[in-house]
């Protein structure tokens, strides 16, 4: 199991710094850049400069930016640098797990996702616990009634769940419980006057503001879980250590609860890491961008539109390092859970 590990281990590296060098490369080409936008700003052809100039009454004296000027402009931003020079310094940093300064914010990355990270692992937590919570003992009722009225009316409202995506359920709980009922509110985790509120009711405007969020974010994650529930179950239940127990005379439930519930658990069991990380990162930069919730997801939409790379890279960065090893934690959950799983 140690070399297992080691051998693992040492593989994010090459995995990392493709990630890290594909994106880069990428980088590269893309138009608008940081150098671009300021000297564009310089010109007058930002967004005031181009409507001063359809009304023919804005400055045009400083539409000319020098070579000199340029350069420094390259310099400040570290692109007077060779590519490849560029890279290795950003490959030495991430290795300390400096993750640089933020060209639009007068901050770290680091600082920014620390900033933002409370927003995202509420969300995500709510998410998480919501979608097990409710999509287990469901599936567990589904495979114990299968075949049922129940089984077939709960797999229709399951899969239509599944079918609407994520943001489209949002925009129409924001309309019709946020815009025209006037029910929960349209933006943010708080409101305004939160610092002034009582313990209470601070508790209660919190989970007043996450309802529509957390609804959008859980609704389609609950087929998944729900079904594989279901089938790991019924896989279990007709296997012949189930009949053997029944024929023992036990009672059901202690058949189900004993011995088939310990089984059927292994594949959710060792989906859990990859699960809880992914209810932080994954599909929150939609939920997080409709409902105006300062969080990672927002920020890096935010960082891609703005160009602001050392943000882009340093989440990604950090993102792609905590999917790699979740990933190790969720084959080791297997040899925890199931003692004849041997990756030796």
Not at 240 to 253: F, P, S
Request: proline share 4%.
């Amino acid at each position: 199991m140690f070399f297992y590990i080691l051998k693992r281990l040492l593989l994010m590296v090459p995995t990392l710094l493709g990630v890290l060098l594909l994106t880069f490369v990428v980088i590269q080409f893309v138009p608008g850049g940081p150098v671009e936008q300021m000297v564009a700003q310089l010109q007058g052809r930002d967004s005031g400069g181009e409507g001063a100039a359809a009304t023919g009454a804005g400055y045009r004296g400083r539409q000319g930016v020098d070579a000199a000027r340029i350069a420094e402009i390259k310099e400040f931003y570290g692109f007077d640098k060779p590519a490849h020079e560029r890279f290795i310094q950003m490959l030495g940093q991430f290795s300390r797990f400096d993750l640089g300064k933020s060209f639009f914010y007068p901050k770290d990355v680091w600082a920014l996702v620390k900033e933002k990270l409370p927003v995202s692992i509420s969300l995500g937590l709510w998410t998480f616990f919501l979608s097990y919570v409710i999509s287990i003992p469901l599936g567990i009722a589904k495979a114990v009634r299968a075949g049922s009225r129940f089984d077939t009316l709960t797999s229709l409202l399951v899969l239509v769940g599944y079918a609407i995506p994520g943001f489209v359920l949002g925009v129409a709980l924001l309309v019709i419980f946020g815009g025209q009922l006037q029910w929960f509110p349209l933006r943010g985790l708080t409101s305004s006057n939160w610092e002034t509120l009582s313990w209470g009711a601070k508790v209660t405007d919190y989970l007043w503001h996450i309802t529509l969020p957390v609804t959008a974010s859980v609704l389609g994650s609950f087929a998944v879980t729900t079904m594989l529930t279901k089938n790991a179950f019924l896989e279990e239940i007709r296997k012949q250590y189930v009949l053997t127990a029944r024929a023992k005379g036990l009672e059901e439930r202690r058949v189900l609860w004993k011995h088939v519930f310990r089984n059927a658990l292994i594949p959710l069991v060792t989906g859990f890491p990859a699960a809880f990380i992914g209810a932080f990162f994954a599909g929150s930069l939609l939920i997080e961008t409709l409902f105006s919730l300062d969080g990672l997801g927002l920020l890096s939409y935010e960082s891609v539109i703005r160009r602001d790379y050392p943000v882009v890279l340093g989440t990604l960065y950090l993102f792609t390092l905590i999917g790699l090893v979740t990933k190790l934690i969720s084959d080791l959950c297997y040899v925890w859970v199931d003692p004849r799983v041997k990756f030796d």
